[in-house]
């Protein structure tokens, strides 16, 4: 198969506030602007940024759980918009996503074998000696006894509930899994066990992964690439190992340099990046990080940067580390950070 498994082509969603019978103009929450990136089979590619960044929404978008306003998302080459129902169906057993809380998206009355098996049986009939090997099958994939296929998710830990999430997903031999905060709700070692439990998988069947996550430790594990979400939009995209090296959007830098991972190596941020995230109904105007900034100049206040492509192999969104081919690098006055070339 040529190209990339899964395309994202300027992928927009912007929610209505309110009705708006009596008003002309509906204000809009914007989660997500002009998203684009690919994920290859096989690969990791890890989502990052602040709470209300938009993260969750994408990964809404690519399991259609959302329309989007505007853009596309293609699998293998086709627009998953355009798939009729057979299609669809076949697409469905692709795609899979595992949610930040185990407990709260498993039946609770189902045994942990009903609900692993579920997603088969929405697809065909298996006799009842199929369905226990299938759930011993995917268990054991996951690392836990078949035995427990007869417990109710309320009999299992955090972290076996987890597992029990990834199996119900594996159920299906997918390409793709979105994990949303897949491990934010567990213990540090739990963490770690079910984290290189996803990456023997994807050794194992080669598995691409769309892994959301606001734990830059838990990113620098396992990302193949990164993507740095601020404000809805995609500011810089970058393999893991140079981002983590040499972060070059300042948001970036912010984020590498409050990771409390110990790095002396690591390039610091003098100028600590302060505030919130401003709100995605009004966002600040040209580049939405330029409040909080310490490198902004007046064309950040003015036009929104374009991903610029470095010679790495990232893109980044910033009008003064990577200023669009055409354009002068301006001279940056008062801050501790210098432009990246
Ligand atoms: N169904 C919805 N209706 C209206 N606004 C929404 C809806 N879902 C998300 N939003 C808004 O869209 C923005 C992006 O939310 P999203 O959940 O995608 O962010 P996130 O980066 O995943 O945040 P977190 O890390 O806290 O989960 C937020 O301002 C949020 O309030």
Known sequence: MNGPLLK?????????????IFKKS???????????????????????GESGCGKSTVARLLMRLVEPTGGRVLIDGTDIASLKKDALHAWRRRMQMVFQDPYSSLNRRLTAGQIITEPVENFERLSRKQRQALAADLLRKVGMSPEMMHRLPSELSGG??????????????PSLIIADEAVSALDVSVQAQILNLLLE????MGIAFVFISHDLGVVEHIAHRVAVMYLGRIVELAPSEALFAKPVHPYTEALVAAAPVPDPTRARLEVPVEGEVPSPINPPSGCAFHPRCPLAIERCHIEVPPLVPMADGRVVACHVRAPAMGMPAPAVANSSLTPVA
């Open 26 to 48: 509906i204000p809009v929450i914007r989660a997500v602007e002009d998203v684009s990136f690919c994920v290859e089979a096989g690969e990791t590619l890890c989502i990052v």
């Open 201 to 204: 998988l994807q050794q194992q």
């Open 160 to 173: 076996q509930r987890q597992r029990l999430g990834i199996a119900r997903a594996l159920a299906l031999n």
């Open 8 to 20: 994202v082509e300027n992928l927009t969603k912007h929610y209505p506030l309110g009705s708006g």
